[in-house]
């Protein structure tokens, strides 16, 4: 959690720094190897995020709780593995463009690579709250999550505040 949110943070923090930067003119104050450096660090939580991942797959599958290997293979394959791959695909995949300075050093890249962060994070707190609501231990329970008027507000609710603290 702790490497997820250095993750998201960062990227938000260069999805805010490149308007700002450009648009107040402060591009001679935060040089374009200040933002490489941020990317660089983008990429190193990204592959501490993708190992983490990675390591929660192994233990599910090598622990001894078949419940646990079902939920996690559940949610890579079931009903809403098209959140997990977009959540792994934003966080450990698309990152790793970043390995080429070329594409740390173009802004536009930046920005949209780090919107896709952000996306894979949010998608990441998804899988986990939503997956683990659809399919708990008791198979008779099962059932696709649904979001009520009250959920869709409270998002787009904490968009809009975020929107008018920034």
Do not use: Q
């Not at 200040?34 to 090598?62: D, I, N, R």
């Not at 649904?146 to 869709?152: A, E, F, G, R």
């Amino acid at each position: 959690f702790v490497a997820g949110a250095i993750f998201s943070g960062v990227a938000m923090v260069i999805n805010l720094l490149i308007p700002i930067r450009k648009v107040f003119k402060l591009e001679h104050i935060v040089t374009l190897d200040h933002m490489e450096k941020l990317a660089k660090l983008v990429l190193l939580t990204s592959t501490m995020v993708g190992y983490s991942y990675l390591t929660e797959f192994f233990m599910a599958w090598y622990g001894p709780s078949n419940a646990e290997r079902d939920v996690f293979w559940f949610r890579a394959t079931g009903h809403y593995w098209w959140a997990f791959w977009t959540m792994f695909s934003c966080n450990v995949i698309f990152p790793l463009i970043l390995w080429f300075k070329p594409i740390r050093r173009n802004m536009t890249v930046m920005f949209f690579l780090c919107i896709l962060v952000n996306v894979g994070m949010w998608f990441e707190r998804f899988v986990i709250i939503v997956t683990s609501l659809a399919n708990d231990f008791l198979p008779s329970s099962w059932d696709k999550f649904v979001p009520t008027w009250v959920d869709i507000g409270t998002m787009l609710g904490a968009f809009g505040l975020f929107g008018v603290l920034f």
